[in-house]
């Protein structure tokens, strides 16, 4: 046989999985990946087990459950005062990562070009690239990981094809403000391109600022896909389901690719969703919840060196070590692991060029006893060295 020509030639084993396993190799506290480590809610255990007694365990509709898509437009309306079609503008996924893949195979030809900015989530770039498409990789400002506009419209091109927006920022926190959001908008005036929004930690935005959905733009909904995690609302990142909202015209070929892809998503989990999704407070109150967390890591780690950086959202919040140390980030987070016992994510792994600008990605969405630890881990740890 001849050798397979890869489509991802430079991809190699992620960040995630060698942290992980350094962790549990040195019995470290993970704070690296970025999953809850306590309990979703039992009422939506329930819920699931019991579609399933009731018999919803056969395909549901390749587009998703009427019912859950129902209630994702209701939930919408009440959000963003916009109600996307049940009918045609609504998909069901297996995850948002996945939602997000299936946006980009959508649109996406050799030789199109799209903007990432950069530090990304690692599933962006590959995407891209295994659809024969150019990342053009724009690095957000160092000092606040906002995004230079002038330097996007310096590499706009006929080629150009779509951007990719991430608000909570992963890794940073960072939100969208209403500055991008008219830098944005005029660019859609003046050139023909598509918009990805990776809106997934949507509720996770802390200090009682807004999250701005692309939903409530028409300018810009018009022509993005906007892609969700229920995993990532109700603490179930392991059923994998998401769902992604885009205008019938661009959903059309979405359904495309998702039909022969994985065609189908659990139906007993939409079942369950839909019923729970009635409980607005379950998603409202996400935010605070999570606030909370964020508020007691950093001060169980003011005992430390460790600088925190603003986290407007998300599960994460980047800590400087730069008056610690200057060592390339992954060889300093692979230290804290073997030396203190804590697991983190360098930075620069979600780059596609070499950095180090000492900063460690940490998730605070765990137990309380688990963030303890971990702090107490690293206070031990500095205050030796």
Request: proline share 6%.
């Amino acid at each position: 046989m001849s050798p397979i020509i890869s489509k991802l030639p430079k991809a190699g084993t992620t960040i995630f999985t060698v942290m992980s396993s350094l962790a549990l190799q040195h019995q470290a506290v993970n704070l690296g990946q970025g999953f809850p480590d306590y309990p979703m809610d039992d009422t939506l255990i329930d819920l699931m087990a019991r579609a399933m007694r009731q018999g919803h365990n056969q395909y549901a509709h390749m587009n998703g459950t009427v019912a859950l898509r129902e209630r994702i437009a209701e939930k919408v309306f009440s959000l963003y005062k916009y109600t996307p079609s049940v009918e045609d503008e609504i998909t069901v996924t297996p995850g948002g990562t996945y939602a997000i893949y299936t946006a980009l195979t959508s649109i996406i030809l050799p030789g199109d070009e799209v903007i990432v900015f950069e530090p990304a989530y690692d599933s962006y770039i590959p995407n891209i690239e295994i659809n024969g498409g150019k990342v053009i990789p724009i690095p957000l400002n160092k000092e606040d990981f906002s995004i230079n506009w002038e330097a996007v419209k310096a590499v706009f091109n006929k080629s150009t094809k779509a951007i990719i927006l991430n608000s909570p920022h992963n890794p940073s926190g960072k939100l969208l403000t209403e500055s991008d959001i008219q830098q944005v908008t005029q660019l859609a005036r003046a050139f023909d391109f598509y918009i990805v929004s990776d809106e997934v930690y949507e509720h996770l935005v802390f200090d009682g600022q807004p999250h701005l959905s692309l939903l409530k733009f028409p300018e810009l909904r018009s022509r993005a896909f906007c892609c969700y995690s229920f995993g990532k609302v109700y603490h179930c990142t392991g059923w994998k389901m998401g769902y992604c909202i885009a205008p019938a015209t661009l959903m059309a070929e979405f359904r495309k690719v998702h039909q022969y892809n994985c065609f189908s998503t659990n139906t007993p989990a939409q079942v369950a969703l839909a019923a729970y999704l009635m409980n607005k407070e379950a998603y409202l109150g996400l935010g605070k919840y999570l606030q909370q967390k964020r508020d007691f890591l950093q001060t169980e780690l003011k005992g430390t060196p460790l600088e925190p950086l603003p986290s407007g959202g998300s599960y994460f919040q980047l800590y400087s070590y730069r008056n610690i140390s200057g060592e390339p980030e992954l060889a300093f987070a692979k230290k804290l692991v073997v030396e203190a016992g804590v697991a983190s994510i360098p930075v620069s792994a979600f780059y596609t060029k070499e950095q180090n600008n000492q900063l460690l990605r940490f998730c605070f969405a765990k137990k309380e006893e688990t963030l303890r630890e971990a702090a107490e881990r690293l206070r031990k740890y500095f205050s030796a060295g």
